[in-house]
């Protein structure tokens, strides 16, 4: 069994890892050509982070990330609506993860090619082709300079990304990228800790909504780094999606300042963090439709490239990292084009539906309720929304997404 893997982003590079840790053979093809620490703030789940820790990644999760100890959901006038304790805290046997995407991402890299060898990890390879018949597949790949060359394995996954080109491959007729109409501003910043410094907040209204959480130590031992990322509407739901050159590109604080300060919560000063904050980018916030099926044959998606989703709910890279240990397993026990139809049986349903339930706001609804019930503020909150309002809707996410304590 050899498993061709194109796309060496964190969901193709944890599938090489878990594959080597089997004993399969692999490689993974990636189309940048170079690695570098790419993105700003990322989570990572107790049910993946799991995954983690049995590949003996724990200490190097430590080395660059921060273990999340409580999330906490509040209006834009910084009035608490909910918290719950995370990872450890909340009585998983692991912790949750929250860290710089690029730190996480250089550090599976690494990991990769330490454990498979400088020959399985390959980067300037573009998948652009393949072909399969009863006995293996071939893909093509293609570099910076135009040369291609033919690779043959036994299964080829596209863990190519929201932009999959196999999953453009496969499902012609996909009608391609969903924007919301929601612009995302993201930053990450030296910054005073907050709440312990080891806290997630989210806070805001219907109008806008700020995320921000820790995701490395900071320049002295009561400050972090810092991430911060602030969204609202900007266009219609139906609008078509900025073209590709708009994506991660340098955010402008005139942009969205008017929202910055509308969002007073008494431990941070939203304005001077964002003037402080070296670099700032803007994302479209977008998925795309649910798919019919992800695998043909001997030829399947993963992660992103199957189903991208919301970032809300810090489901992205967790749920890319539970599609790998499914895969992995199968492959181990049934034969190629079986095994990627009992993964494609058992985690399409699970990721649709979180999919789904980050189209309407996620967990992040209990801000949406109380603020459309009281959105000048409230003085208890409980006269606002139930304790089971609140409970249905983040704990209904949480066993939706895999991630209860009491699944
Ligand atoms: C540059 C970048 C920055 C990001 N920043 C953030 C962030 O700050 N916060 C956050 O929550 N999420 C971020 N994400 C998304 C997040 O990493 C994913 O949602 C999640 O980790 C699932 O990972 P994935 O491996 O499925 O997809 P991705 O992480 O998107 O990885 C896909 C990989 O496939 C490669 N690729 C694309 N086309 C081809 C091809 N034809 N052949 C071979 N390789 C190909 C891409 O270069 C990329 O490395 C970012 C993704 C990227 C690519």
């Known amino acids: 069994m050899r498993v061709l893997i194109a796309g060496g982003g964190i969901g193709g590079l944890v599938l090489a890892l878990m594959l080597h840790a089997r004993g399969v053979a692999c490689a993974v093809f990636e189309a940048a050509t170079e690695i570098r620490p790419l993105g700003v703030g990322i989570n990572v789940l107790p049910h993946s982070i799991r995954e983690l820790v049995r590949l003996g990644l724990l200490p190097r999760l430590d ?7 409580r999330l906490t959901y509040m209006n834009h006038l910084g009035q608490r609506i909910w918290t719950e304790p995370r990872g450890i805290h909340a009585g998983h046997d692991v912790p949750q993860f929250s860290a710089h995407r690029g730190r996480l991402h250089c550090m599976l890299w690494d990991a990769v090619f330490k454990r498979l060898g400088a020959g399985s990890v390959q980067a300037g390879q573009r998948l652009t082709g393949f072909n399969q018949d009863a006995d293996g597949v071939t893909a093509q790949f293609t570099a910076f300079d135009g040369a291609t060359r033919d690779i043959q394995g036994d299964v080829l996954i596209g863990a190519d990304g929201i932009h999959s080109w196999l999953r453009a491959r496969l499902h012609p007729l996909d009608p391609g990228v969903r924007w919301n109409g929601i612009q995302m501003w993201r930053g990450a910043v030296d910054w005073p800790a907050f709440d312990g410094g080891d806290a997630m907040v989210v806070a805001g209204d219907g109008v806008a909504k700020l995320v921000l959480y820790p995701i490395a130590p900071g320049a002295a031992p009561d400050r972090r780094l810092t ?3 602030i969204y609202a509407r900007v266009a219609e739901a139906s609008a078509p999606p900025p073209g590709r050159e ?3 590109r340098a955010g402008q604080p005139e942009a969205f300042r008017h929202l910055a300060g509308r969002l007073a919560l008494p431990f941070v000063d939203v304005e001077a963090m964002i003037a402080a904050t ?7 916030m977008c998925d795309r439709d649910p798919l019919p099926c ?4 001997r030829v399947t998606l993963l992660g992103d490239a199957a189903h991208p989703m ?5 489901n992205g890279a967790s749920q890319a990292i539970l599609d790998a240990r499914c895969l992995a397993d199968l492959l181990l026990e049934q034969p190629p084009a079986a095994a990627l139809l009992a993964y494609e049986a058992e985690r399409l349903p699970a990721t649709t539906g979180v999919v789904r339930s980050n189209r309407v706001g996620g967990p992040e609804r209990v801000i949406d309720l109380v603020a459309s019930r009281a959105p000048l503020g409230f003085a208890r909150v409980d006269e606002v929304a ?3 309002e609140l409970t249905n809707i983040t704990q209904g996410y949480a066993r939706l997404a895999g991630f209860a304590v009491i699944p």
């Open 63 to 69: 080395a660059v990330a921060v273990r999340t100890r």
């Open 227 to 229: 991430n911060w990322v």
């Open 246 to 248: 708009h994506w991660a």
């Open 278 to 284: 070296p670099e700032i980018f803007e994302y479209p």
């Open 294 to 297: 992800w695998s043909s044959g």
């Open 310 to 314: 919301y970032p809300v709910g810090s």
């Open 386 to 388: 139930t304790e089971a």
